[in-house]
């Protein structure tokens, strides 16, 4: 089959690799559908995480069931599925409890709750940019969709951004009626923000320095704040008379960039301590990392000097990590469905799987216009 697969820094390339095949009883093959590029993605692309040449990428998947082993119950070939970016066991503790992103089975690498397709440290999984993708546990994994293609440009955001998205916003604390700040106008961004406002915020703030995501922004209703005309956090005051706003949630990662294109780790944690009010609450879905190997000392990537002294005096409270896609992905379809949510509005383009290398290259140099790549793997 057909895959896209990581050669090194900023080189990926479409070849031939081995069929996704059962290998267990609880196994599923899905025929890909839709396979996103994601912005995570750009931190192995870039060379910026550990991970292996040869690795098949792509989290962000969905498509149609085309084998089962003997033990799975539920799921039918022929099946239209989403699937979470997490591979869970659904029996340990954490996913017991809800918390299928950090289950404690499926990923062998050492010091690592969690496991994910094709990235960096979350387990020997192959990735759904390909043509088939073999899923573990498939009774517990796979989210069933309605027959047909309608929605699929909506559903394939089920896989990961909309739930993350929404995480976010539900770490930060946000409540209705409250003003929330989302620092990153990227995919995972604009789907907190979309999310912040299906959950009754007030008023939406984004902040992001290219201009077709501020426009994104706006068309939803949300407020774009544009790094590049002065600093976010003032231009945020100056918007709600001094008060700051209740909630924040950071979108951008440890490979955040000031105005200039600087790198610095700590800025959007710092900006959203600072315009967060006193008792209000982060959520931080944006990646970091222990290890960095485009750094001199990659493992000072473990330690950001943000403002926690601030953090700590204003009371602030901060949520972390990676979305439990299942607590979020039903009741997500389900407002797809009815037409409540349509986060396809960040698509930009959808290109065959040979074309996703000069898709990477385009997404990575944000080139104006290239917010959401969605890959069509067996069209």
């Not at 995570?40 to 969905?62: A, F, I, P, Q, W």
């Not at 119950?73 to 659904?90: E, H, L, W, Y």
């Not at 007030?202 to 002065?230: N, W």
């Amino acid at each position: 089959m057909k895959a896209l697969v990581y050669k090194g820094a900023k080189q990926v390339a479409v070849e031939e690799v081995p069929d996704a095949k059962v290998a267990e009883p609880n196994d599923a093959v899905i025929l890909l559908t839709t396979s996103n590029i994601c912005g995570s993605d750009l931190h192995m692309y870039e060379g910026r995480t550990s991970v292996e040449v040869g690795k098949v990428l792509g989290h962000e998947n969905m498509g149609i069931v085309e084998e089962v082993g003997p033990a799975v119950q539920v799921t039918k070939v022929g099946d239209r599925v989403s699937v979470p970016f997490n591979i869970a066991c659904g029996t340990c503790r954490n996913c017991t409890t809800g918390w299928t992103s950090f289950c404690t089975r499926m990923n062998p690498t050492e010091g690592m709750d969690g496991a994910a397709y094709g990235y960096a440290n979350m387990g020997p999984f192959d990735g759904g940019q390909a043509q088939y993708l073999r899923v573990p546990h498939a009774d517990f994994n796979l989210l069933g969709l309605p027959s047909g293609t309608e929605h699929e440009n909506d559903f394939t955001m089920l896989s990961d951004i909309f739930p993350t998205g929404w995480h976010g916003v539900v770490l930060s604390g946000m409540e209705p009626g409250d003003r929330i700040a989302v620092f990153g106008g990227g995919p995972v961004g604009l789907m907190a923000a979309h999310s912040a406002m299906l959950m009754g915020a007030s008023q939406v703030f984004v902040v992001d320095k290219e201009p077709d995501r501020l426009t994104l922004a706006s068309s939803i209703g949300a407020t774009g704040v544009d790094l590049t005309l002065g600093d976010p956090v003032e231009q945020i005051l100056e918007h709600t008379g001094g008060l700051g706003v209740d909630r924040g949630v950071e979108a951008v990662g440890f490979q955040a960039h000031d105005s200039s294109g600087e790198e610095h780790p700590e800025l959007t944690l710092d900006n959203l301590v600072n315009v967060v009010r006193t008792t209000g609450g982060i959520g931080v879905v944006g990646v970091y990392v222990p290890q960095d190997p485009g750094l001199s000392d990659p493992s000072s990537a473990d330690r950001v000097a943000w403002q926690y002294g601030t953090f700590f005096t204003k009371g602030q409270s901060m949520g972390t990590g990676q979305a439990p896609v299942k607590r979020y992905n039903r009741q997500l379809r389900d407002l797809i469905i009815t037409g409540r949510a349509t986060p396809s509005f960040i698509v930009s383009h959808e290109v065959g799987l040979d074309e996703a290398p000069d898709a990477y290259d385009k997404f990575d140099k944000r080139v104006e216009g290239y917010t959401k790549v969605l890959l069509k793997p067996n069209a």
